[in-house]
């Protein structure tokens, strides 16, 4: 069975498997999403979800971040421009 709702769309393969397709930023990004019976959560990679719904907001808010932030986030990581002592936190 599939739900489709541009720009998203999700398929049930079986009991444990959905796969996952949207457009974000003119791109498909595609999927697979399993299920857990015995914890009855839906996951995908590490991270765990109560339903399907948390499940895509969080990938729709991570798609964003890095679309818009990517640039941010990556000199966060590289020491140059983040000196902890000299910022107004400090004083």
Do not use: W
Not at 20 to 27: E, H, K, M, Q, W
């Amino acid at each position: 069975m599939c739900v489709s709702c541009p720009p998203i769309k999700l398929c049930s393969i079986s009991d444990s498997l959905f796969y996952f397709s949207c457009r974000f930023d003119n791109a498909t990004k595609n999927y697979k999403l399993y299920y857990d019976m015995n914890l009855r959560q839906h996951y995908v990679g590490d991270k765990h979800f109560d339903n399907l719904s948390d499940l895509v907001a969080d990938g729709l808010i991570c798609f964003y971040v890095h679309l818009k932030a990517a640039g941010y986030i990556a000199s966060m990581n590289t020491g140059d421009e983040s000196v902890y002592e000299e910022s107004p936190y400090m004083r």
